[in-house]
Structure formats: C-alpha cells, structure tokens
T-cell receptor, first 115, second 114 residues
Framework: SAVISQKPSRDICQRGTSLTIQCQVD?????MFWYRQQPGQSLTLIAT?????????ESGFVIDKFPISRPNLTFSTLTVSNMSPEDSSIYLC????????????FGSGTRLTVV | GNSVTQMEGPVTLSEEAFLTINCTYT??????LFWYVQYPGEGLQLLLK?????DKGSNKGFEATYRKETTSFHLEKGSVQVSDSAVYFC?????????????FGQGTILTVHP
C-alpha cells in the first residue's frame, strides 16, 4: 500500500493566522482526500484533490477557508485559513490504496490547536 | 445519502472477553465496507475490509461479514487483549462518483482491562 508522510504532526496556532499541512505520497495517485476529525468526533471529508484541476469541496467546506493545492501526483497541501478555536481538529490526508491492496490509506494526521 | 451507524460506546471489557461492535449502513448500490482502528495518539489504520455481499474480512483476530440483507458489517473478536484498546470506525465507500470517498460512523471507544 501507499505510504503517506504528513506534516506537521501537530501545531498550536494563534487565531486569525493560517497553517499549511503537507502530504507526500511515495507513489503516484490520481486522487487525494482531506478529512477533518473534530475532538471526540468521526471523520468528515473536506475535499477531493485531483492533480491539474481545482479541488472538489464537500458541503459545508469552502475554498476560501480551506484552499488546497495539488501540484503533482505525489503531493498536496491543505491550508486552514483565518483560524478560530473551532478549527481545532485533527486533519488527515488519504489516498486510494487499490482494491487488491489495503483499501484507503491515511496519513498520521496533523493535530491542530487554535488558541 | 450514504450513512454509517455504529453502536454507542464506550465499550469496556475484560481481557479475553468476546467483542462485538455493531455497524449498519445505508447506501445506494453495492458499497465496500471497512473497519478502521485508531490507537491512542496515532493515525487511522485499516483493520479489515469487504467488497461484496457475504465477504468476510479478517485481520489480527478481528472479523466482520458483509451482510447485505441486514445492511450490516459487525466487528467481532473472540478474545480481546489490552492492546486492542482503541477507537474503532466503521466506514463505507459507495463507489461510482463517490470513488475514494469514505463515509464514517461515529466511532466506538473500546477499553480492555487486564
């Protein structure tokens, strides 16, 4: 299965600032996915990132708040903009692992605390 | 739309007890079903999966069978260990235009005592 390196692993940020989270995959993948896990909650899909096109956002998430870049088939970034304490969550990226492989693989996550 | 419902937690068991975590789903078509595990302070790991009706996924002593007639994918383990303490998530992928997107249940916290 694919191996994902995600960074930073955690950060504490001031409200009103922005944080960019990076995901690097060890193989080329068509789609990358960004999820949010709010404290004590399940995972919610933020957006799907395809190389060469704009990301597709799920209901309740907008590009101005969560801009995404996908410059090539192995890398993506998610920015959390103009942060507030409500943005404190774990953010995870995911890629498809293929049916004959291990399903969908997740990065280790970025634990964000906004103060 | 697609949804996944897991049994309410937390679940507390003694070591070597039998574990069942219920999961039911709503989806159009024929989704693939997954169980993910999140150990304390760690990311999400795939535990097992099933891609069609009557498939049984298994890994590390855990099993789950894809039951289309009851739209269920219950997780079981015959004898839990302290090291199984974690949060367990049931998830589905509906395929088609939803390819790659996972819909998760709310998660079930499992604590196993010695």
């Amino acid at each position: 299965s694919a191996v994902i390196s995600q960074k930073p692993s955690r950060d504490i940020c001031q409200r009103g600032t922005s944080l960019t989270i990076q995901c690097q995959v060890d193989s080329q993948v068509t789609m990358m996915f960004w999820y949010r896990q709010q404290p004590g909650q399940s995972l919610t899909l933020i957006a799907t990132a395809n190389q060469g096109s704009e990301a597709t956002y799920e209901s309740g998430f907008v590009i101005d708040k969560f801009p995404i870049s996908r410059p090539n088939l192995t890398f993506s970034t998610l920015t959390v903009s103009n942060m507030s304490p409500e943005d404190s969550s774990i953010y995870l990226c995911s890629v498809e692992g293929g049916w004959s492989n291990y399903g969908y693989t997740f990065g280790s996550g970025t634990r964000l605390t906004v103060v | 739309g697609n949804s996944v419902t897991q049994m309410e937690g937390p679940v507390t068991l003694s070591e070597e007890a039998f574990l069942t975590i219920n999961c039911t789903y709503t989806a159009t078509g024929y989704p693939s079903l997954f169980w993910y595990v999140q150990y304390p302070g760690e990311g999400l790991q795939l535990l097992l999966k099933a891609t069609k009706a009557d498939d049984k996924g298994s890994n590390k002593g855990f099993e789950a069978t894809y039951r289309k007639e009851t739209t269920s994918f219950h997780l079981e383990k015959g004898s839990v260990q302290v090291s199984d303490s974690a949060v367990y998530f049931c998830a589905l992928n509906a395929g088609g235009t939803s390819y790659g997107k996972l819909t998760f249940g709310q998660g079930t916290i499992l604590t196993v005592h010695p």
